[in-house]
């Protein structure tokens, strides 16, 4: 990886790469353990719908003059990227619900952001990976309708787990920075109000079934790290570990 | 929604082929089973995939399969 700062593009495409490989690490722990069979399966096919699209946005950095390998496998955990909601594992079932919601929410409206800017392998990639996110986003809202209509324990808990990710994420989406300012001018991304606006269509209405308004959160810009698009702290080591394959890295072959 | 239940799942390869049942899925409600469906038998390239909630299929000449209780009805020893 280039010692310099990265470029506008290359820090939206990284930010989105590395979160969705985080995410897909967070929703892989809970193959086993959800509440029935046919979650651990979602969560599965969800977690290799994420490490796919992951590996595509690397692969796109090559042609901004990235090492793919390099920015895979041998950065430290304080390098990455990724939103901030995803830096702890998830403690419930009910984390597990309201990151589908709130940080895979807000990864679709990233990558809407591009599919129609002027990085070609954006326009040609992004669209099929909304496509496959659609599920998710129905997986999330059924599952965090169900959960804040029950009225019991779940319902508290589903609404205190997004309230807990949205600030973050939402400054992680919006970033009201130069380099995103830069992003817009030159055609790459769309401007932070039409962001808005979509983020508003995609999460509000699910949203509103914990009574929780997007206009209510205030986005957590404290602390702010331009280079990574986030707010401070790092994901936690394990997960990097994972991330990286540190483990196995003797046995890689490719 | 209908409410907790199981869902039978048809698909079909391509268009024009009849739709096969190719198995099941336990859902809360409509949205969940769809999702689960078709992330459950995505081994295939599907061109079409519905789900049935079990209690809508209606056997026609025998009440000993999956779907008979439906025929002889909710509480119905018979």
Known sequence: ?254 | MTGEGVYEVFARKKRGEPLRHIGYVDAPGDELARVYAWKTYDEEKWFEMCVVPRGAVIPVNRDDGPWGRNRRGEGDDG
């Open chain 1, 1 to 254: 990886m280039t010692d310099s700062a990265p470029s506008p593009l290359a820090r939206h495409i990284l930010s989105l790469a590395d979160t969705k490989r985080l995410l897909g690490i967070r929703y892989s722990d809970w193959i086993l353990g959800g509440p029935s069979i046919e979650t651990g399966i979602a969560a599965s096919s969800m977690a290799q719908d994420e490490w796919g699209h992951a590996r595509l946005l690397y692969s796109m950095l090559k042609r901004l003059g990235y090492d793919p390998f390099e920015v895979e496998h041998t950065r430290p955990a304080e390098r990455y990227y990724s939103a901030p909601a995803l830096d702890d594992p998830f403690a419930d079932w009910a984390d597990f619900v309201a990151a589908t919601v709130v940080v895979d929410g807000a990864l679709s409206v990233a990558l809407e952001s591009i599919a129609g800017g002027n990085f070609p392998l954006a326009r040609s990639r992004v669209p099929k990976m909304l496509a496959e996110e659609e599920y998710h986003h129905q997986f999330g809202a059924a599952w965090f309708q169900r959960l804040a209509g029950s009225g019991g324990e779940g319902a508290a808990r589903v609404a205190a787990a997004a309230r807990a990710m949205l600030p973050s994420t939402l400054a992680w989406l919006l970033p009201g920075d130069g380099l995103y300012r830069d992003l817009v001018a030159d055609g790459s991304a769309l401007s932070l109000d039409a962001v808005r606006d979509r983020c508003e269509a995609r999460l509000g209405p699910t949203l509103s079934a914990a009574r929780i308004r997007l206009d209510d959160i205030e986005p957590a810009r404290a602390g702010w790290d331009g280079e990574r698009r986030r707010g401070p702290g790092a994901p936690a080591e394990e997960a990097v570990e994972r991330a990286r394959g540190d483990r196995n890295r003797d046995l890689f072959v490719e």
